[in-house]
């Protein structure tokens, strides 16, 4: 009698993940469209306009761009972080400080020119988004408090207190109760890439996922977190210093995260505004884990979750809800789960003898 | 195969990646008898007994209990038939109480449990087998030979007529290695059949009625106890001749390279591991720190790594005050360690062996160029290690995880000794290690000290003590409370001091 | 403060904790068994859509609640599959749940925002008890499922520390290697744990929706779930604990309600950060005073593989 069992893999299989994200995206469709026929709507015709809203014209394709850039910049501070086994989970309230410190700069030093303001913009973001994830940074590296919990509280806290500067303090005056804040002057926005809105932070995010490759690959901290993600005995052993990886590997995460926020104010909105995200910082997560915390999976995968964005947003004229994405989303990160274990192991015949 | 035989195991194959770990074995064991499966490390005892035990399901062969044929597809079901395993490792839950852990699993009949009556129960079995135990600890609170007889304990309590003891002897001090034989033999009395997994030749002389090696996944040979003696066993047990006698003792030079004072390291639950220790290692010696592990074994070697600091004394390396440094001045300095836990410090799991190759040295400027780590540089030290030390492996790439126990420790201990340390710690270097990858590390080891490094072991095995060490120091409690030449030290004397008594000091 | 408004604000405390304390019950079942659910929020939207979709169209309460009940489960026993039998890992694949119950939730009760229930769902006081002073009325004039609630918290204390069942749950959560041992099947016993959880977690979304507001908002638990997960842990796994962690926040959450409506000039958005910061607080306060003593699960996390060698 012949059975299959399931031996573990020497290296991790390329070809096997690749397989495994690919059948994961389908399946997840297929989920999807189980859902959609059985609201009434066919899943074949909202694929097709999902896809042609987001590939389907140059435009099309620039808008999945954009909305990729803040999924690269938030996926990679996501990656980061989860190399070392950190469960970042705060991304989205990393991205909404430094979407308020960056805003806060152009608001009030809005005089500046474009040389000065942008690199000023881009400073005050990444440090909020590190503040932010300071805090839960310390918490774990000194008292080993669990920082999933302590990262998503702090997402609510940020999102409130966005809500609180846009509804009150920060309100333009002339938008008719909309919480909204007034439009950054012209030194604050990021340059375009011709008639589209595709932004420099495209540019950033690509600069930042090869300095990731070239750092992760070559350089001694590179090597540094890949020990202390393994085994924070084994880096104790080799004299690494855990505490200060884990706070400097949580403070670059949230940075990131909070360039994210930067680069959404500065480069589409040019203001700070309610719901300046939806739901990037979460998406972010799916998009590191089906990248494989590598950075040029994570750039790419991006542009295939940009484009399901995209795509949702354009559906929802026929009378398809946003969740659909959600729901898309969910269900291709736990195929990928369940997928993963064939990338662990691989799958061998062996023959059991009944005597 | 006799039918008065109560456990037969007929040719028994079982394979794991990389390793068929049992070959057509048959194996067979008469009611109420001690039997010794004997072998060395990797044989396949454990996995055979595993077999037994339920554990694994073999990939082809039978088993027959009192004749009859029986398919086990989990613990449970062996257990059904009486058959209960105690590991080297004990399965038990640290925070449960010894009754807890005893009645774990059993009393379906009754789903409300009264933590009273519960201890009663227990307390009343114990007394049966004249076992001396207190019900209502938590086993985090007794030592390890009282933790082996709760894990028999529990066995009784299910009915089991056959117990099968992975290297029983192992974790006790030669004291509770009698009371253990004690029970054994008490519980044979009783009609309960006992198979012992060893490698410990004289155990099996004193307490075994008959005796089965394996060697290298197959039976060898099996006797009755009266048939045999320790060098026919050895013969049995291993292909070439092993000289099992005392190695060339060293000269030392008698320079003073380590010397600890007064020393003083806390452990992790904020009690003193290390509360006085004074000792000295010299260049070209070895000495070997004998004890019941749980001593301060482990904090004083990482104490001397740099890994934890002590809270008084000092460490003076060939005079140096190096108490307050960290773990790469140490280094720096010529300290290096091979620590017990092979592939969760010494080594890190799930990387290659090229990056595990530099752990220690990756940001000295050896292995950079321009500022980045040079793979090629890298890669033919990994290359080098592996040629020296004589490491089985398919390439520098391999994940280390995958490399046999003799393996990781000759790579951790090339990799160790290849940056020519001034002192070299070492600790349990050939814990679980088969006779030919034991040898390989006495070889190194003694090379070293050849070389003149000074060189400090914890070891568990006297015989390792015996065959390894100049000098022998006893730990006990956290303090060093012998300390003599390997010339003057015999079984009993080393014993004694393992279990606390007192002895005059010398050096 | 007015007594009977303070009594008022003990009885709204024992209402806005009750969704929480189903879910936190549930989780804290699931994390003895050895398995960390981070899906709850995602369980609890789910339960909550489907609950008053049911209730909607049927008419009747109890057939949402069933509702719940079954969604939660069948979440509960995705995450269980994934965890157990593949293997994977715990904390992504919550969070696979928690986004996908969000976007399900959200797609199915599109049609149903804003929508009315004609028929609330009815109070049951107590006879006789619901008179005494004080205690009458904060605890015993709720609805039923109130009274389930703490049912479920002293039935679960009983279960764990009382019966043989508990004991073989906390043995797979502290040491599952002893557990498969003596015969015990780890697997089943946390695949039954996981389920159960998301089942309450199910229920407690359902309460939001169905007693608590009662309406569907698209994510209306605002992170409920979330705050369910903080409350097992500084509960330190003692469901006697979890009751009097639920009712602090259900506390903190109609004081900020009541506070709004009494006028006090307190930002409402600083209000609402209130529970978040606070379970920070107190998970930070109770995680370093406590660690030494009753810690987690040693298990908590870990996928248990029998021939792992």
């Not at chain 2, 410990?200 to 005796?211: F, G, H, S, T």
């Not at chain 2, 070891?459 to 003590?465: F, G, R, W």
Request: glycine share 12%.
């Amino acid at each position: 009698m012949l059975k299959i069992r399931l031996v573990k893999r020497e290296n991790e299989s390329l070809a096997a993940g690749i397989v495994v994200a690919a059948v994961s995206v389908l399946l997840a469709f297929v989920v999807g469209g189980i859902f959609l026929t059985l609201s009434g709507f066919s899943a074949l015709d909202t694929y097709i306009q999902m896809f042609e809203g987001a590939f389907g014209s140059s435009y099309a394709l620039s808008e999945t761009l954009v909305k990729a850039i803040p999924l690269m910049l938030a996926g990679l501070g996501v990656s980061l972080a989860f190399r070392m086994k950190l469960w970042n989970i705060g991304a989205e309230g990393q991205l909404y400080m430094g979407a308020f410190a960056a805003s806060g700069v152009a608001l009030f030093l809005g005089q500046l020119s474009a040389p000065v303001l942008i690199p000023l913009m881009l400073a005050a973001g990444f440090a909020a988004g590190a503040v932010w994830a300071l805090i839960p940074a310390a918490l774990r590296a000194y008292w080993q408090i669990n920082e999933t919990i302590t990262t998503l509280m702090l997402n609510y806290v940020a999102i409130i207190w966005v809500d609180y500067l846009v509804y009150g303090p920060w309100k333009d005056p002339n938008s008719l109760g909309f919480p909204l804040t007034p439009r950054f002057a012209s030194g604050a926005y990021l340059p375009v890439l011709g008639e589209t809105r595709v932004h420099a932070g495209l540019i950033l995010a690509i600069i930042i996922a090869l300095i990731f490759y070239v750092v992760l690959k070559y350089s001694r901290w590179g090597y540094e977190l890949r020990v202390a993600g393994e085994s924070q005995e084994a880096a104790r052993y080799a004299g690494i210093n855990v505490i200060k990886n884990i706070i400097l590997v949580m403070l670059i995460s949230g940075g990131i995260a909070g360039l994210a926020g930067m680069i959404e104010v500065s480069g589409i909105t040019h203001r700070l505004q309610h719901g300046i995200s939806p739901g990037y910082g979460y998406t972010a997560i799916i998009v590191a884990w089906l990248g494989r915390l590598h950075p040029v999976g994570i750039v790419l995968v991006a542009v295939l979750f940009g484009a399901l964005l995209v795509g949702g947003f354009g559906v929802q004229t026929a009378g398809i809800p946003f969740s659909i994405v959600l729901m898309l989303q969910g269900a291709v990160l736990f195929f990928l789960l369940a997928g993963e274990i064939f990338m662990q192991r691989r799958p061998v015949l062996v023959r059991k003898e009944d005597k | 195969m006799n039918s008065e035989q109560i456990i037969e195991m007929n040719n028994i194959s079982k394979y794991f990646p990389g390793v068929m770990a049992n070959q057509d074995i048959s194996f067979g064991v008469g009611r109420g008898e001690i039997h010794a499966l004997l072998g060395e490390n990797g044989a396949g005892k454990s996995t055979l007994m595993s077999i037994l035990a339920g554990l694994y399901r073999p990939d082809t062969g039978i088993i027959k209990i009192d004749g009859q044929p029986v398919k086990f597809n989990s613990p449970r079901d062996a257990l059904g038939c009486g058959i209960g395993m105690i590991y080297q490792h004990f399965r038990l839950v640290d925070n449960f109480t010894v009754a807890q852990n005893i009645i774990l699993g059993t009393a379906s009949e009754h789903i409300h449990l009264n933590p009273a009556r519960a201890e009663k129960t227990v307390a009343e079995m114990a007394g049966r087998y004249g076992f001396d135990i207190n019900p209502s600890l938590r086993v985090n609170q007794l030592s390890i030979g009282e933790r082996q007889r709760v894990e028999i304990l529990k066995m009784l309590y299910r009915g089991c007529n056959i117990l099968i003891m992975d290297e029983p002897t192992t974790v006790l001090t030669p004291q509770e290695v009698k009371d253990l034989f004690g029970v054994l033999r008490r519980m044979a009395e009783q009609g309960k059949t006992i198979i012992v997994i060893t490698h410990k030749l004289n155990e099996v002389m004193e307490i075994a009625d008959r005796v089965t090696v394996l060697r290298k996944g197959q039976v060898v040979g099996g006797d009755s106890i009266k048939n045999v003696d320790e060098n026919i066993l050895t013969r049995m047990m291993v292909e070439h001749e092993v000289v099992y006698q005392r190695l060339e003792r060293g000269g030392s030079t008698g320079q003073t390279v380590l010397k600890l004072s007064h020393l003083q390291v806390p452990g992790d639950q904020g009690y003193m591991a290390v509360r006085d220790v004074n000792l000295t290692v010299n260049a070209g010696e070895i000495v070997g720190i004998a004890g019941v592990a749980g001593n301060g074994q482990r904090e004083l070697v990482e104490a001397i790594a740099g890994l934890r600091n002590p809270s008084g004394g000092t460490i003076l390396l060939e005079g140096e005050d190096i108490t307050r440094l960290n773990v790469r001045q140490r280094l720096k300095h010529g300290i290096n360690m091979v620590p017990e836990d092979r592939i969760g410090m010494g080594l890190v799991p799930n990387l290659n062996i090229m990056d595990n190759s530099i752990l220690r040295s990756y940001y000295t400027g050896e292995f950079i160029s321009r500022g980045l780590l040079d793979y090629k540089k890298i890669g033919r030290y990994a290359e080098g290690l592996i040629k020296d030390f004589n490491i089985f492996a398919p390439n520098i790439n391999h994940p280390v995880n995958f490399l046999s126990g003799g393996n990781l420790q000759k790579l951790l201990l090339g990799r160790e000794i290849s940056q020519k340390p001034r002192l070299l710690v070492a600790s349990y270097p050939v814990r679980g290690l088969d006779i030919a990858a034991s040898e390989a590390v006495y070889k190194l080891l003694l090379e070293e000290r050849d070389k003149g490094t000074a060189i400090l072991l914890v070891l568990e095995d006297l015989d390792d003590i015996f065959r390894l060490a100049d000098r022998v120091a006893v730990m006990y409690d956290g303090r060093i409370n012998g300390v003599m030449p390997v010339e003057e030290a015999d079984t009993d004397k080393i014993g004694a001091l393992m279990l606390g008594a007192q002895e005059m000091r010398g050096h | 403060m007015d007594l009977s408004i303070f009594i008022a604000l003990l009885a709204a405390t024992v209402v806005a904790g009750t969704p929480i304390l189903f879910a936190a019950i549930g989780e804290l079942l699931t994390e003895r068994s050895g398995i960390l659910n981070l899906g709850v929020e995602g369980m609890m939207l789910v339960g909550a859509v489907l609950g008053f979709i049911f209730t909607i169209n049927t008419g009747n309460h109890w057939y949402g609640f069933a509702a719940a009940l079954v969604g939660g489960g069948m979440m509960g026993a995705i995450h269980a599959f994934i965890t157990i039998t593949l293997r994977g890992n715990q904390v992504v694949s919550g969070l696979a749940l928690t986004i996908f119950g969000s976007g399900v939730s959200g797609f199915m009760g599109k049609a149903y925002q804003g929508v009315p229930i004609v028929d609330p769902f009815k109070h049951a006081p107590v006879p006789l008890l619901k008179d005494i002073p004080v205690l009458g009325p904060v605890l015993f004039r709720h609805d039923v499922l109130v009274y389930l609630s703490i049912v479920l918290v002293i039935l679960m204390w009983y279960v764990l520390y009382r019966t043989s069942w508990g004991l073989s749950i906390r043995s797979a959560g502290e040491n599952p290697a002893a557990a498969d041992a003596v015969g015990i099947n780890v697997a089943r016993v946390r695949y039954i744990c996981t389920i159960m959880g998301g089942v309450l977690a199910g229920l407690g979304g359902a309460y939001l929706s169905l007693a608590y507001a009662p309406s569907w908002q698209e994510d209306m638990t605002a992170g409920r779930g979330w705050i369910a997960v903080a409350l097992v842990i500084f509960a330190l796994w003692n469901p006697l604990r979890g009751l009097v962690g639920a009712y602090l926040f259900g506390g903190v959450e109609a004081m900020t309600f009541r506070m709004q409506a009494a006028g006090i000039k307190i930002s409402p958005f600083f209000l609402s950060m209130l529970p978040y910061i606070l379970t920070i607080l107190v998970l930070t306060i109770v995680t370093i005073r406590l660690r030494q003593e009753a810690g987690a699960p040693a298990a908590l996390g870990v996928p248990y593989d029998r021939e792992e060698r």
